[in-house]
């Protein structure tokens, strides 16, 4: 279910009735939604990250999970290390830590400047991997033997090492600015939930965690806030996405999800 709504303000969603929140926010970095202004100065961002949080969580059940992907770390706008402040918003908002998966996209086209070239002076270092920060309401096991598990040996053997390697999605083919691959939600709902579950991703953009909640026999539920992204979301669901509309990417060709270091210190 695609609802268009700001995740803030929705109360169409039962509180507690969340099984597993899947979910890539926006990085403050400057992408060109249509409906959200991304670059917010760095306090408020963690504002709004905090008062999200805090709403998945009232809308998680006991035992509910949270898959937060975001960058590690960027430099656009000062260096950050957005993984451990975001961390650190979701425990204040009440979310307890689990461990941290590493995806690596191998993409290091991410990169556009050096700093200072060939100096210890100030180089920039830059890791071409993004996170998935886990964590949890109340207690990590869940205990129901009714349940039964649908993970393959080989995913579960695989997927518990928890550096991820695959490439990550472009934004022209999908035709939003910052779409994850659809394989990132897959893995992390065959993971972490059982089939029949509650998956929630309050930003939705195109629609890929509820593709992988439609393929992995999860029900879902996705906010979006933008009315094209919701269309967009659902022509893909229903098979009719056909060519992607033009998006407003800094630079379309390249992976927009990603931090840029702008700037070059000699
Ligand atoms: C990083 S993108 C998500 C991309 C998504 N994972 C995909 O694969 O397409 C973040 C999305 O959050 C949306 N958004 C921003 N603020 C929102 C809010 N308050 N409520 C719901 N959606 C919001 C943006 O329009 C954008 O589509």
């Given at each position: 279910m695609v609802l268009q709504e700001d995740f803030l303000r929705t109360r169409r969603i039962a509180d507690g009735s969340v099984d597993l929140v899947v979910t890539s926010p926006?990085?403050?970095?400057?992408?060109?939604?249509s409906a959200y202004?991304?670059?917010?100065p760095y306090e408020e961002y963690l504002a709004f990250s905090r008062r999200w949080l805090a709403k998945a969580l009232k809308l998680a059940r006991p035992n509910g999970r949270l898959c937060l992907n975001v960058?590690?770390?960027?430099?656009?706008?000062g260096q950050r290390a957005v993984a451990a402040d975001l961390t650190h918003e979701a425990r204040a908002a009440g979310w307890r830590y689990q461990s941290t998966i590493v995806w690596?996209?191998?993409?290091?086209?991410?990169?556009?400047?050096?700093?200072?070239w060939m100096s210890p002076s100030a180089p920039f270092v830059i890791a071409p991997v993004e996170v998935v920060l886990v964590m949890f309401k109340g207690?990590?096991?869940?205990?129901?033997?009714d349940r039964h598990p649908d993970i393959a040996r080989d995913e579960f053997v695989e997927w518990t090492n928890a550096v991820w390697t695959f490439s990550g999605e472009r934004a022209t083919r999908v035709g939003h600015p910052a779409p994850f691959p659809v394989e990132l939600p897959r893995r992390l709902v065959k993971l972490f939930s059982y089939r029949e579950d509650l998956v929630l991703d309050p930003?939705?953009?195109?629609g890929s965690t509820l593709l992988a909640c439609r393929e992995t026999g999860r029900r879902g539920i996705g906010v979006e806030i933008d009315p094209a992204y919701c269309a967009l979301a659902a022509r893909r669901l229903d098979g009719t996405a056909g060519a992607p509309r033009a998006v407003r990417a800094a630079?379309?060709?390249?992976?927009?999800?990603a931090r840029t270091a702008t700037s070059t210190t000699m």
């Amino acid at each position: 279910m695609v609802l268009q709504e700001d995740f803030l303000r929705t109360r169409r969603i039962a509180d507690g009735s969340v099984d597993l929140v899947v979910t890539s926010p926006p990085y403050n970095v400057e992408v060109g939604y249509s409906a959200y202004e991304d670059n917010l100065p760095y306090e408020e961002y963690l504002a709004f990250s905090r008062r999200w949080l805090a709403k998945a969580l009232k809308l998680a059940r006991p035992n509910g999970r949270l898959c937060l992907n975001v960058p590690l770390d960027k430099n656009k706008g000062g260096q950050r290390a957005v993984a451990a402040d975001l961390t650190h918003e979701a425990r204040a908002a009440g979310w307890r830590y689990q461990s941290t998966i590493v995806w690596n996209e191998q993409n290091i086209s991410r990169r556009t400047a050096w700093g200072s070239w060939m100096s210890p002076s100030a180089p920039f270092v830059i890791a071409p991997v993004e996170v998935v920060l886990v964590m949890f309401k109340g207690e990590w096991a869940r205990r129901e033997r009714d349940r039964h598990p649908d993970i393959a040996r080989d995913e579960f053997v695989e997927w518990t090492n928890a550096v991820w390697t695959f490439s990550g999605e472009r934004a022209t083919r999908v035709g939003h600015p910052a779409p994850f691959p659809v394989e990132l939600p897959r893995r992390l709902v065959k993971l972490f939930s059982y089939r029949e579950d509650l998956v929630l991703d309050p930003f939705l953009g195109s629609g890929s965690t509820l593709l992988a909640c439609r393929e992995t026999g999860r029900r879902g539920i996705g906010v979006e806030i933008d009315p094209a992204y919701c269309a967009l979301a659902a022509r893909r669901l229903d098979g009719t996405a056909g060519a992607p509309r033009a998006v407003r990417a800094a630079q379309p060709e390249a992976p927009v999800r990603a931090r840029t270091a702008t700037s070059t210190t000699m």
